[in-house]
């Protein structure tokens, strides 16, 4: 890679700066470092350094975790939600996104795609029989402040942290629905006998819910 300029340093730390910090996409007409293949090359290389990737989501960009990074973190404890949040947070998309595309009743890419989310509600969720509405409360204020749900004027949706996901934590996101939901699918048991019985990306389990 070619030498850059002070002044393309200063554009790649901030666009760097940008995505880091950034509630949702960044546009990519936003910032010229984004544009300009070679600033884009840099930018990328600057994250790679720091353990993170450049992520295209839809006309837009984000940055997040390396899958190999993220794979490290999660063994060391790190990051990881509690078993209440990641289960009301399964809940959520089920409700938002798994159930109404699997219906053909919504569409879109991502799983923060406003597009392809239906609002649920607090006592939506709590017709799980196993977390009351007091412990789906707290959980989502916890998930709320970490990006990972919207809480608004149109009901409960996913939150924009969610476009962070490399495409292969999209992808076994996607695959963790089906097993969960439905496990005994011939889908749901090629995935779990690729995954070695299901060992590897495990989904909450149905009691956590």
């Known amino acids: ?10 554009l790649v730390h901030s666009a760097i700066g940008a995505l880091e910090i950034a509630h949702g996409i960044v ?7 984004l544009t300009e293949p070679a600033l884009r090359a840099a930018v990328v290389e600057r994250l790679e350094q720091c353990g993170r990737v450049l992520n295209k989501v839809r006309d837009g960009w984000t940055s997040g975790y390396d899958d190999n990074v993220a794979d490290v973190l999660v063994r060391e404890g790190i990051g990881v939600l509690k078993p209440v949040d990641r289960a009301v947070l ?3 998309l089920l409700r938002c996104v798994a159930v109404p595309r699997a219906r053909g009743a919504a569409s879109g890419e991502t799983w923060a795609d406003g597009r392809g989310t239906r609002p649920t509600s607090t006592d939506e ?3 799980s029989r196993h977390l009351t509405k ?8 916890r998930l709320q402040a ?3 749900v919207n809480r608004g004027s149109r009901g409960i949706t996913p939150g924009p942290a969610l476009h962070r996901l490399t495409p292969r934590r999209t992808a076994a996101l996607w ?10 699918s011939p889908y749901a048991r090629v995935l779990l006998k690729r995954r070695g019985n299901g060992n590897q990306h495990k989904p909450p389990a149905k009691d956590e819910k």
């Open 27 to 33: 546009p990519e007409s936003a910032l010229p470092a």
């Open 146 to 148: 970490a990006g990972l």
């Open 175 to 184: 695959e963790d629905m089906v097993i969960l939901a439905a496990s005994e």
């Open 134 to 141: 007091s412990m789906i409360k707290q959980s989502l204020r």
């Open 90 to 92: 399964t809940l959520v």
């Open 125 to 127: 969720l709590a017709q």
């Open 1 to 10: 890679m070619r030498r850059l300029s002070d002044e393309e340093e200063s």
